[in-house]
């Protein structure tokens, strides 16, 4: 796990980049005017607000994570369409539940992402993260952790923890390397 | 060319609008609250996900425009509706809403609702019980 | 459309008037919100009504009128800054009064001991 | 210019006293009397002139346009007026200079007393009628003040208000009187006035104007039924009663009646009026005073009669009447004022002015006593004193009158009874006070006063007897003077001398000695008869008049005002309604012939989603959450309805305020209940229904009409304009920045002043931290869920590349300064809520007002710009610059003035948000930290 | 054949509309309130988006990315409200 | 072009974000100085506009160089002049009060009073309706703020309700806005009175609607019957130096019911000409006479004040009902008159308040203040001149506004009314006096004293009472001049919209 910068003018080196992709999608032109101005500003402006966050670790393999990115959109529409599926279907025979996963990582943002993944996919939602900070005493070592999700139609709970373990947190956990 | 685009613009916003409705119905048609959630949080991203492809097409269409801005929509989708669902379902567990009857797990649904009010103990983990 | 449009206002400013006649500052202030809709629709529609006419020059052939739209946004702006004190002065009145009826007290005694109560 | 110097060096006078307030008492008084002496001696250096029918005159423009100058005038009765003024004043100031006490304080009075002085001869030597009325009124401001001069006693202070009253009532009547007279006569000036009788005189308005010119007379001079005042004003220190009870305020009323006497007298109405005012005044004056115990009340009560009196004879309509009405004014200044300082002495020097207690006091005060009884005398009208000769004279006027008719000889008869009671009076004044046996319960033993406060009484009553003795010597030329200027005219002859022979009069006078003396010998029944009535204490009663007047006003007004918000709105409301609503009853048709838009399906879904989240937020407007919710969904269609009516800037605009409100009405919601309890009757619900449709139901229509006419605007400038002259292709936006440019930056203005508002309501607040929701739940556990805090640090920079985009698109697409702050702040508030206050206050700590002010200042400062080219403020600029890579680029001072307000709204939003949500930190604002 | 497509699109996103309308005026629980109000506000998203289709116009891209933004933001506050009380605390 | 114009407006705005920034904001008395000197400054700027009015005539400035109707004009005329110097003048008297202690126990008090001043002046200035709309926003959020300054209960309950009536009023302003707008096209004042002339009657009809609604605002600041509810509980419970400044708020009212009935409905305006003057006439007198009442029957003194307020207000706006040069020279002079003896009153009542001790300004006996001689001077001076006793300007007021009447089938009622107020206010008044000065209960006396600031504010303020007797001759003349240029509304159509033709 790294959470140093390599430089200190780019200190989020990868939100810099979303930056001047957000705003050359903005102004949805690629003249020079945009590309400098794009440049300029994702630098600036993440320059600006790094105080503003807690430190997080960077990514450490970005073509890993084009990769996840990949895999989670077509999860998403194949999920969806599941989704839809159950909706339209008769109600009796849904299967909801409520089911507790253990997590590994530990990382806010891998965590976050963890989640957001979970609650996009499989008919899943995330329901909570815990023990939080609250439930611990300052000093108190981080525990392990759980992940409550709340599914719509349970086939097998061991199965499905097992996918988002594999499917999900392990490239997580590669991409972050924590 | 044009007319394979009007196909794709045609396809996509009714892809999407299908989507939207059926999430919406889900809002409607489910049991409980949490089954409620799946419906908006899934099926109205993907079918704003086909309005908004629907659009990119549609702009693009004429040769000198190029229309990419509404991925921006998309993205910010993706990235906060887990959020609002996240923040939700805490409220609901918050506010003890009933499961529908059989819901399996329903010991993680009071467990939860334990940690998310003050009556999870502090020392308390899900070992212990 | 105009008529629909007409009744909107309408609707909106009765139940905006009917909000700010209650006796608690929360459902003024939201009175205030709707009666500030119910204004902005109106100058707004003072302009006429226009469905293909953002004005933009150059996105089309006849434009509605610029006027009232900037006239609207004056207003909302200060509508906001308005209600916001408002709200506020609305928690200063029940920090300072101990309730929040807009007359800083309660008409009988024995509803103010039961909001006390609680 | 000496006329001038007569009336304006009591003025300078009144400050004297208070200049020498730090010296002794005799510096004190010398120099006070320095004015009105050199005031009296300038007089009399113009008696020749005066008498040989000189008028002297001053005169200077000071309002011209309301025909308000200064202008003074000495004739025949000014003159005479001036020198009793004057005369009588300078015998007081020495007289008070003893009467005073040590606790006193005589700076004060003697200042007060200068100023009526001043308004005095303001009054007589007025040649301005509007002029007259600033001094009339004044000497009732000047008489409040010294009659409340022992403040601490009660009816000093009550009397004084209800002699304020009286007098300032009938100071109202004559202010209107005058107008009138003014308007008429089509000037204010006296002798223009004077000069048009006829015209005033057969004018319609002619009785309006007498009865209010009257009744400032007469409650002015204590006339019937206004005269309770005057034995209230008793409680005054005595040298003012002496002053201002006897000699001068209470002619006032007289003086006016002689002034206008040219003008206004010899109709028929004059003398119904006039006389027989004065002929009540004088029955119940006469009457009354034999009963008072208190020496000052008795002469009070004689003064009212004698005032009756001179009214009397000036209604009597014969120019003869009105010569005796002046000698008499001169006789009762005389004897009047000396009667009252000498009661002044005797209270002064034996602590009591209860003539059941004061007995025998020839004894103590022999002195005293005898000048005291040649004045009684001459008040009772013996022979060989200056009283009997106008009451001869009065007499015989009052047997010549012919006005009632038939009914004539009631007059004389009632007169005599009048002078009855006066000998009656008179007498009892000095037996029972000099003889009468011993003084019973005096606190000390009486004694002669001082010889120098005996002084002025001695004069006065040597001039009693002189002009009783030789009267056409001493006062002819003067009452020569006098009536001439009264009269307007040639004067009648008349004949000064003591002895007429034998006549009516005669008998009359020795008639009322005769039964006089003999009412008193048998005033044991008479007082016996006048205990028996209920006593009438017009002190408490009028008090408790005007305190019922009062409380009456108070419950009139709390009718009206009841401190209810909601009867206010419900007022305010119907105000609206009948304004508005009328008119548009009048109107034939609302539709103005503008065809209508089609309807399609999509709008009315959103159109009935508008109405049914507006109809839930009124129905569930008791939970405050669930109709938080439903004015949210308002909020949204309203947005759309801006999209769909091609307004994007507005939809954008509302909703990010929108979002905003939403926040803010949810932090507040945090300290309010969440709850409204039930409490309107149903009455009242159907009441504010009611008005609440016919608002919505006006409102409606109005926007219907407007919206079915056709119409021409200015706007189509601002669309042929904003590109070439604001350099925008987006119009509203110029609007807004240039066309319009100082409408935002009051706007802004209104947003940092908000904000200051607020914060200035947060500081100290005594909040309290509810520990529960609505429903009795203790909050949740986790303060800031992990997933929020992680994304809600994402979206901030996103959040602040849209703003940038937002901004500077502004001025060409929808967009710009305002919209673009908003998203800036409300990113800001997200990490607010994701992290706290404390979490962000650790890493950006910026005071909020500053920004504000930075903002609003850039955008005042590139107003203020275009003054260095001369230009008008707000004064825009724009063009466009050909640069190699980037290609044209356009710079306008719009950008400037947008990023002021984009500042501005960052600030204002954010220290408006936060300071709310630093209420339940560490940071709660104090006030120490403000600045 | 663009115009029947967007306007059976338009037909559906109004049904949506509709239904969270329904949603929210039932309850029966606050979450189920604010989950239809935050869905109503993306529905919307794609309402002004076919706006725009409609017009012709990308004038209105705007107005559905803030939307995206506020819809998310107010359900964070009324989430927080609900949990909290004090949303910024 | 005179810049000097806008100058009212933004030099208050520049010394509010001065003293909101470093270094002024760092110490109370930096503060406190810039605030004064630049009031100070406004003053002599607001009389040398006057005098340049005078000279040159009436002028407008064109913001932003956009010519009128389509831009925001300033319109500088002898009216708006003499108001502007109206408000100046009190402002000094405020600002000097509060600086001597008032101004630091709440937050921004400087910056709040400079604001509001923008505001005020703003609104005196403006030649466009919707402006003066923003500038009545203005005005009332800093005066909300103001109004709270110090904190206490009473303030906020007052607050509350002003805020809530004023915000309804905004809303109909609002309204009457979009209808005006919606009807006629434009914005600016002159440019509606040209319009208003030939329309189609029905839109006449929405043209009255609107002028109504506008009636309704602005009674409503004016504090006209039944819209005065506000007034009392509001000005009775502010903080001695604001309500001072809040003396010239209802005389906004009046003023914009001056300029938009005598221009947009003046005589040009054919059959809406005179709108609303019976209803002006009515509902003044009825004001006049509450306010008497209310004087009577007040248990405070701050409260009698701001009931004299009332009273002077009633008898404006049943002024403005005559639509004559006479009566509208009465109306400039009983304002300026009416404002600085209000505004010295309410100070007054602080001080009187301050040494009484624990019974304050009610109308109670209490412990006797310890500088009875000074006080008692002011309050005596102050009451005859607010009561309409002459010699001071209130006596000159009050003669200008009954001799107005003369003539009018108008006269019998405002001369009646007028002159039964005059008394119930001199038996309050004198009521008053004599229970705050005179009822002792107790001889010992406070240690409070006034301070020299303070005493000077209150000089400063009734001053102007004397000055206003002392050249008495020039300022009616004023008066007359600038009525005379506010009837004649061709001549300022004439000068606003040269391009419109208009001949005599
Ligand atoms: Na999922
Ligand atoms: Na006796």
């Known amino acids: 796990m790294n959470m140093i910068p390599r430089f200190k003018w780019l200190p989020t080196p990868y939100r810099s980049l979303l930056l001047f992709i957000v705003w050359l999608l903005l102004n949805q032109s690629a003249a020079f005017i945009h590309l400098f101005f794009g440049a300029f500003l994702a630098i600036t402006i993440p320059w600006i607000c790094y105080r503003l966050r807690d430190p997080q670790p960077l990514i450490q393999r970005p073509l890993l994570t084009l990769r996840y990115l990949l895999r989670v959109f077509a999860d998403i529409v194949t999920a969806n369409a599941e989704v839809a599926l159950l909706i339209l279907g008769p109600i009796k025979r849904l299967r909801p539940a409520f089911v507790r996963v253990p997590l590994d990582l530990q990382h806010n943002l891998p965590l976050t992402i963890l989640a957001g993944t979970v609650s996009m996919t499989p008919g899943t939602v995330s329901a909570d993260i815990y023990p939080t900070v609250e439930h611990l005493g300052p000093d108190d070592p981080l525990p392990q952790r759980w992940l409550l999700i709340h599914v719509l139609d349970l086939e097998d709970e061991a199965a499905l923890i097992a996918t988002i373990k594999s499917r999900y947190e392990a490239p997580l956990k590669e991409i972050f390397q924590c | 060319m044009q007319n394979w685009m009007e196909w794709a613009v045609a396809f996509f916003l009714l892809l999407g609008g299908c989507f939207v409705l059926i999430g919406s119905i889900g809002l409607v048609r489910m049991p409980d609250f949490f089954t409620r959630l799946h419906g908006p949080t899934k099926a109205t991203t993907l079918g704003m996900g086909g309005i908004l492809l629907g659009s990119i097409f549609y702009f693009s269409m004429s040769p000198e425009t190029l229309s990419v801005h509404e991925m921006l929509i998309t993205i910010f989708l993706l990235i906060t509706a887990p959020v609002s669902a996240h923040m939700l379902i805490k409220t609901a567990l918050h506010h003890r809403l009933k499961a529908v009857e059989h819901t399996q797990g329903e010991q993680e649904l009071k467990r939860g609702q334990a940690f998310a009010s003050k009556e999870g103990n502090r020392s308390e983990t899900p070992e212990d019980q | 459309m105009e008529t629909l449009f007409a009744i909107c206002i309408g609707f909106l400013t009765s139940c905006g008037v009917f909000l700010m006649l209650r006796g608690r500052t929360f459902p003024v202030v939201m009175g205030l919100t709707m009666l500030s809709y119910a204004v902005n629709l109106f100058i707004f529609s003072s302009g006429r009504l226009n469905l293909k006419g953002a004005v933009v020059l150059g996105t089309s052939e006849s434009y509605a009128d610029p006027l009232p739209q900037a006239l609207v946004l004056t207003a909302i702006v200060i509508g906001f800054a308005m209600t916001a004190f408002l709200v506020i002065l609305a928690i200063r009145a029940r920090a300072d009064l101990g309730n929040d009826h807009v007359d800083g007290s309660m008409p009988d005694a024995r509803p103010a001991k039961k909001e006390r109560q609680k | 210019m000496n006329v001038l110097w007569i009336a304006l060096l009591p003025m300078l006078g009144t400050l004297m006293p208070v200049l020498m307030a730090n010296k002794s008492r005799n510096i004190c008084a010398l120099t006070t009397a320095i004015a009105p002496l050199t005031a009296l001696v300038i007089l009399l250096s113009l008696t020749q002139s005066v008498f040989a029918g000189h008028i002297w005159q001053f005169q200077a423009d000071w309002i011209p346009l309301l025909g308000l100058n200064i202008h003074f005038r000495l004739d025949g009765l000014a003159y005479l007026f001036a020198l009793l003024i004057l005369g009588i004043g300078l015998l007081i100031i020495l007289y008070a200079r003893f009467y005073l006490s040590e606790q006193d304080s005589m700076p004060r009075f003697y200042a007060y007393l200068m100023l009526f002085m001043t308004a005095m001869l303001g009054i007589v030597l007025s040649g301005n009628i509007l002029q007259i009325w600033l001094f009339w009124e004044l000497t009732s401001i000047s008489s409040f003040l010294l009659i409340s001069f022992w403040w601490h006693k009660s009816e000093a202070r009550r009397g004084a208000r209800m002699a304020l009253t009286i007098t300032g009532a009938g100071g109202l009547c004559l202010l209107a009187a005058f107008i009138l007279i003014g308007s008429i006569v089509g000037s204010y000036e006296l002798s223009v006035v004077l000069q048009s009788a006829e015209l005033l005189k057969n004018h319609a308005l002619y009785p309006v104007l007498l009865i209010l010119f009257l009744l400032g007379c007469f409650t002015k001079s204590a006339q019937f039924p206004f005269h309770f005042w005057l034995p209230n004003a008793m409680a005054a220190p005595t040298p003012v009663s002496a002053y201002l009870h006897s000699a001068t305020m209470v002619k006032a009323g007289i003086f006016l009646l002689a002034r206008f006497y040219p003008a206004l007298s010899g109709t028929e109405l004059w003398f119904l009026l006039v006389s027989l005012t004065g002929l009540t005044t004088l029955l119940v004056g006469a009457y009354l005073a034999l009963f008072k115990h208190d020496l000052k009340a008795l002469l009070a009560y004689s003064t009212i009669s004698h005032l009756g009196l001179i009214t009397l004879l000036f209604g009597l309509n014969s120019p003869l009447a009105a010569v005796t009405g002046i000698f008499h004014i001169i006789n009762h200044a005389t004897f009047k004022a000396s009667l009252f300082m000498a009661a002044g002495i005797i209270d002064h020097e034996s602590g009591c002015r209860d003539m059941r207690r004061l007995n025998g006091l020839w004894q103590f005060m022999p002195v005293t006593a005898t000048l005291m009884m040649v004045a009684a005398a001459a008040m009772a009208g013996v022979p060989l004193l200056n009283g009997f000769l106008s009451k001869e004279m009065f007499f015989a006027e009052t047997l010549q009158q012919n006005l009632l008719g038939a009914l004539s000889w009631i007059i004389p008869l009632l007169v005599t009874v009048a002078a009855i009671f006066s000998v009656a009076y008179s007498l009892r004044l000095i037996h029972d006070v000099f003889f009468n046996g011993q003084p019973k319960g005096l606190t000390k033993t009486p004694h002669e006063p001082p010889h120098l406060m005996r002084l002025p009484v001695e004069i006065l009553v040597v001039l009693c007897l002189v002009v009783g003795v030789a009267p056409a010597l001493v006062v002819g030329g003067l009452l020569d003077a006098a009536a001439t200027a009264v009269l307007a005219g040639p004067t009648p002859t008349y004949s000064l001398a003591i002895w007429h022979g034998f006549n009516l009069p005669l008998l009359m006078s020795a008639a009322a000695l005769t039964a006089g003396v003999f009412m008193y010998v048998k005033r044991k029944q008479l007082f016996d008869f006048q205990n028996a009535l209920p006593g009438v204490d017009t002190l408490n009663i009028f008090e408790r008049a005007i305190k019922q007047l009062c409380q009456q006003a108070g419950q009139l007004y709390a009718l009206l005002d009841n401190g209810s918000l909601q009867r206010f709105m419900a007022l305010l409301l119907t105000a609206f309604v009948i304004l508005a609503g009328l008119p548009l009853i009048q109107m034939e048709t609302l539709n103005g012939g503008r065809p209508e838009l089609p309807v399609d399906a999509v709008n009315a879904t959103g159109a009935a989603m508008l109405l049914i989240s507006a109809f839930a937020t009124v129905v569930w407007h008791r939970k405050r959450v669930v109709a938080l919710l439903m004015i949210s969904v308002v909020g949204l269609m309203v947005s759309i309805a801006f999209t769909r009516f091609s307004a994007p800037d507005l939809a954008l605009t509302q909703l990010s305020v929108e979002v905003v409100t939403v926040i803010l009405l949810m932090l507040a919601l945090f300290f309010l209940p969440h709850k409204t309890p039930k409490q309107s009757e149903p009455s009242k619900v159907v009441r504010d229904i009611g008005l609440a449709s016919l608002v919505g139901i006006i409102v409606g229509s109005l926007s219907y009409a407007l919206m079915t006419r056709p119409f021409t605007t200015i706007s189509d400038f601002f669309i042929a304009n904003a590109k070439t002259g604001g350099g925008g292709t987006n119009v509203v936006n110029v609007i807004l920045v240039d066309f319009r440019g100082f409408d935002t930056l009051g706007e802004i203005a209104v947003l940092g002043i908000a904000a200051l508002g607020i914060f200035k309501l947060l500081t100290r607040i005594p909040v309290f931290k509810p520990s529960s929701d609505g429903e009795g739940r203790p909050w949740a556990r986790e303060r800031h869920p992990l997933l929020l805090a992680t994304v809600a640090q994402s979206i901030l920079p996103l959040a602040l590349m849209v703003s940038v985009f937002i901004f500077f698109r502004g001025h060409n697409l929808p967009g710009g300064g305002f919209i673009a702050g908003l998203v800036t702040a409300v990113a800001i508030i997200l990490l607010y809520i994701s992290q706290g206050v404390d979490w962000v206050k650790a890493r950006m700590n910026i005071e909020y007002q500053r920004v504000v002010a930075i903002g609003l200042m850039i955008a005042l400062f590139t107003g203020l710009a275009s003054w260095i080219f001369g230009r008008p403020f707000l004064t825009s600029w724009f063009d466009y610059f050909d640069l190699p890579l980037f290609g044209e680029i356009e710079l306008a001072s719009a950008i400037a003035f947008d990023l002021g307000v984009y500042i501005t709204v960052v600030g204002s939003t954010l220290l408006i948000l936060s300071s709310l949500g630093k209420m339940t930190t560490s940071y709660r604002p104090t006030h120490r930290e403000q600045m | 054949m663009l115009s029947y497509v967007i306007f059976s699109v338009f037909g559906m996103i109004s049904l949506a509309l509709l239904l969270n309308l329904w949603r929210l005026m039932r309850g029966p629980s606050l979450p189920d309130r604010i989950l239809a109000l935050d869905t109503m506000y993306i529905n919307s998203i794609a309402l002004i988006i076919l706006y725009g289709l409609l017009m012709g116009s990308p004038l209105y891209f705007e107005a559905a990315l803030l939307i995206a933004m506020i819809g998310f933001i107010s359900t964070v506050a009324v989430c927080k409200f609900l949990l909290r009380g004090d949303i910024i605390e | ?504």
């Open chain 6, 1 to 504: 072009m005179n810049h000097l114009v806008v100058i009212p407006i933004l030099l208050p705005m520049l010394t509010a974000l001065l003293i909101m920034l470093p270094p002024v904001h760092y110490s109370p008395w930096r503060r406190r100085l810039v605030s004064m000197v630049s009031t100070v400054l406004l003053l002599l700027v607001s009389v040398t506009l006057l005098f340049q009015i005078l000279a040159d005539g009436m002028t407008f400035y064109a913001v932003g160089n956009w010519v009128p109707p389509f831009g925001i004009i300033m319109v500088a005329d002898l009216v708006s002049a003499i108001m502007l110097c109206l408000t100046a003048f009190l402002a000094v008297g405020a600002v000097f009060y509060g600086s001597a202690g008032e101004d630091e126990r709440g937050s921004f008090f400087h910056p709040l009073f400079q604001f509001q001043l923008m505001g005020i002046n703003g609104a005196f200035l403006t030649g466009d309706l919707f402006n003066l709309f923003v500038f009545f926003e203005v005005l009332l959020i800093a005066s909300y703020a103001l109004l709270i300054h110090a904190g206490g209960k009473n303030k906020t309950k007052a607050a509350v309700h002003y805020v809530v009536l004023n915000l309804t009023g905004s809303a109909i302003f609002l309204l009457a806005l979009a209808v005006l707008y919606g009807s006629l096209g434009t914005l600016n004042i002159a440019d509606m009175a040209l319009k208003v002339a030939d329309l189609p009657p029905d839109n006449q009809i929405l043209v009255k609607v609107g002028g109504l609604m506008l009636l309704i605002v602005f009674g409503l600041k004016a504090a006209i019957l039944p819209l005065q509810f506000w007034l009392p509980a509001t000005y009775s419970s502010a903080s001695a130096p604001v309500a001072a400044l809040f003396a010239v708020m209802t005389k906004i009212g009046v003023y914009a019911l001056l300029r938009v009935f005598t221009t947009i409905f003046g005589e040009q305006a054919g059959p809406l000409a005179g709108l609303a003057t019976n209803l002006m006439w009515v509902f003044g007198l009825a004001t006049l006479f509450l306010g008497a009442l209310g004087v009577l029957a007040s248990k405070d003194f701050r409260k009698l004040v701001a009931n004299l307020v009332l009273v002077s207000v009633g008898s404006l706006v049943a002024m403005v009902a005559f639509q004559n040069t006479a009566a509208n020279a009465a109306i400039l002079y009983y304002t300026v008159h009416s404002t600085l003896i209000c505004g010295a009153l309410f100070l007054l009542a602080d001080l009187i308040a301050i040494q009484r001790g624990k019974a304050g300004d009610r109308l109670v006996a209490a412990r006797r203040v310890s500088q009875p001689v000074l006080l008692g001077g002011l309050f005596v001076f102050a009451a005859i001149s607010v009561a309409g006793l002459p010699p001071f300007s209130g006596f000159i007021g009050k003669l200008m506004l009954l001799q107005a009447a003369v003539g009018s089938d108008k006269q019998f009622w405002l001369w009646s009314f007028l002159l039964l107020c005059s008394l119930m206010v001199l038996v309050g008044l004198s009521r008053a006096g004599s229970t705050l000065f005179w009822r002792v209960s107790g001889m010992q006396k406070a240690d409070e004293r006034a301070l020299p600031l303070q005493v000077f504010a209150v000089f400063w303020l009734l001053s102007a009472s004397i000055l206003m007797m002392v050249f008495a001759g020039p300022l009616t003349e004023l008066g007359f001049a600038g009525a005379t240029q506010l009837g004649d509304v061709i001549q300022t159509i004439r000068t606003i919209l040269p391009a419109s033709g208009v001949s005599l």
